[in-house]
């Protein structure tokens, strides 16, 4: 018997990357109906490569590449300003908080110290760093 | 309520004045309370990753110490230990097999019982003294001083450690020491929070926003309780006017150096330096500030 071939968008590849953001966030990324609301009231977005529902909507089709490009998960601040008007109940800063999982779990550290100016080393707080560091360091 | 004070990290150096005038606010309205033994730094962020439990080790090794030692609540003054203690609280109670992971992974630890509520400040405040009589403890009401609350995230998200839903709370507690409120657009956003290392440029995009809401509401100070948000709104703001000329400065402080103010405690206990020098000049310009001396 002849074999169907079946059409798959996604590379499996990029499957396994879905999965583990899947398994790391918890989250349901195919709830997203792309209605824009987290868009529309991230703090960062307008310093990130494309919006917070483009990348989902990327994300759906597995271009997780494009959405690291993006440096959405990095310039998240974890505000959760979307998570608590998601229409579809997604906790969209812990899919974000995956991807940013992925990049330093490769031990990539997002953050540099030796770039950080001096002035700042010594005045900002200890949380600006405790943060910074638990969010953006392997 | 047996009661524990968890400081936090930045509140015993950068953030003294946070710490040294909420301490002092408490005497003066004759509340005792007792820091936390042997605490520990929360984490400052709550750990988002579902396979990431170790983060959360930190947080819950501080609710056991407030076990310990009895107590059914622990108060907190900074914003993101409040969000970091309140939560990890929260996972501990909503989900059994993390629970009894984090608890066995501390074997040397008794286990946590989910016994301790994590209470910020303001809510000890508005429960435990009241508005009414918080107004009638005021020596100085901060009748002239028009104050923009910033809320910031740490304190309202997500909806389970919120300290209220559709927060007001701030609002209330300036008009109990007399002061006037304006609306701030921006009051319950982000700040950018700890972008502000890694991406100073986009902190400052934020920053621009907030400040531009802030001088359309016609304040002349801004109310905060998060080391972080005093960080990026107060001590980063000189970088952000000398990029924006439209922009006018705006002093920021803790609410409870307000607090401290309005109770006519001693300006010293606020460290108003450590805010730089405009907040210290307006408080003095609107005669509110009691010096040791006098």
Known sequence: MTQVPIFNPIASQDKATLEKIALISGQDIYQCMQCGTCSSVCPMVETMGMTTRQGIHLLQFGKTAAVMDARIGEL??????????????????????????????????????????????????????????????? | MKLAYYPGCTLKTKARNLEDSA????????????????????????????????????????????????????????????NTLARAHNLMIDDEEKRDTINRFMDEEPDYKGEVQVIHYLTYLRDHVGWDALREKVKTPLRDLRVAPFYGCSLLRPDDVAIEKDPTILEEFLSALGAQTVSLTEARE??????????????????????????????????LSCPMCEYNLGRQQHQLLEQNANLTATPTYYFTQLLAVALGIEAGVCHFDLNGKPAFELLKEKSYIVSAAS
């Open chain 1, 76 to 138: 998240c601040a974890s505000c959760h300003s979307c998570m608590v008007r998601c229409p579809r109940g997604i906790d969209v800063a812990k899919v974000y908080d995956a991807v940013r999982q992925l990049t330093l779990r490769e031990n990539i550290n997002l953050i540099d110290l030796n770039e950080i100016p001096k002035e700042t080393l010594t005045d900002a707080p200890q949380i600006a760093f405790v943060s910074s560091f638990r969010k953006l360091t392997s």
């Open chain 2, 23 to 82: 301490l002092a606010a408490l005497k003066a309205l004759s509340i005792e309370v007792k820091e936390l033994d042997r605490w520990n730094c929360c984490g400052a962020v709550f750990s988002l990753a579902d396979d990431d439990l170790i983060h959360h080790i930190a947080p819950v090794r501080n609710l056991i110490r407030a076990q310990e030692e009895g107590c059914e609540g622990i108060l907190t003054l900074c914003s993101q230990c409040y």
């Open chain 2, 190 to 223: 982000c700040c950018g929070s700890y972008q502000s290392l890694a991406n100073p440029d986009a902190e400052q995009q934020r920053l621009g926003k907030i400040f531009g809401a802030v001088n359309r509401s016609g304040a002349n100070a801004i109310a």
